[in-house]
């Protein structure tokens, strides 16, 4: 049962390198979210989409872009990566169904260190 | 913008101690989901509460949503070590949102 599954597990990049950071989920589900997650922020949403061909901004988007590859793969991309965006980052799918109580599953994280 | 509230931030018990944890907001929430995660992985969902004055149990977990879905708390009897990690509260707003706010999270430690 892989679930949602994030890669890599840890990157070290330096200011101003671009990099994209991969999610798939075979649960076929609709939605698919990006977050990052900082000590004492919590959960914070970067991007989502609700479902196949779509993208919204969320909570924090600048400084990232995303793209809905198709309804299995939704990938995070860092352009020109500064050291705020230093964080663990987490992506989520959410079960189909009626409304938004459905749960979110999450993969297991990327550690990314900006230098 | 909506924001949910939790409170400790930290906590740290003895085995066999019973705590309890506040998630609150001034916004209504069509349900509440508790998430626990633990370090080097992702939060995993312990529960979704729906109906205000719901009271789920989970083993040693109780979880309540407030009468007004403002407020939920989570409850757990005589702790064990394996109880430690973070939990996390999570609001959702219904109809076609698709987004959830999350709490800062209360990291809980149970010593042996």
């Known amino acids: 049962n892989a679930g949602v599954t994030q890669t890599p597990k840890f990157q070290v990049l330096k200011t101003g390198q671009s990099m994209t950071l991969q999610c798939a989920q075979d649960m076929n589900h609709n939605s698919m979210y990006w977050y990052r997650q900082d000590p004492g922020m919590g959960l914070r949403l970067i991007y989502y989409s609700a479902s196949e061909g779509t993208t919204d901004k969320g909570e924090v988007p600048n400084g990232y872009n995303v793209s809905r590859l198709n309804k299995r793969e939704f990938s995070l991309r860092l352009e020109s990566a500064a050291p705020s965006q230093t964080s663990v980052y987490f992506c989520?799918?959410?079960?189909?169904?009626?409304?938004?109580?459905?749960?979110?599953?999450f993969g297991d994280g990327t550690r990314l260190s900006i230098l | 913008t909506q924001l949910l509230e939790q409170s400790p931030q930290f906590l740290s018990i003895q085995e066999g101690e019973n705590l309890t944890v506040y998630c609150n907001s001034s916004?209504?929430?069509?349900?509440l989901q508790w998430y626990r995660q633990e370090p080097g992985e992702g939060p995993v969902l312990l529960v979704t509460?729906?109906?205000?004055?719901e009271v789920k149990k989970l083993k040693r977990l109780t979880f309540q949503f407030g009468d007004a879905r403002k407020d939920s708390s989570l409850h757990i009897t005589a702790a064990q070590p394996g109880d430690t990690g973070l939990y996390l509260c999570a609001g959702a707003s219904g109809g076609s949102n698709y987004k959830l706010t999350f709490g800062k999270g209360t990291l809980l430690t149970v010593n042996p």
């Open positions: 989520a799918s959410k079960g189909n169904g009626q409304g938004s109580n459905q749960p979110q599953h």
């Open positions: 916004s209504v929430f069509s349900s």
């Open positions: 509460v729906v109906t205000g004055g």
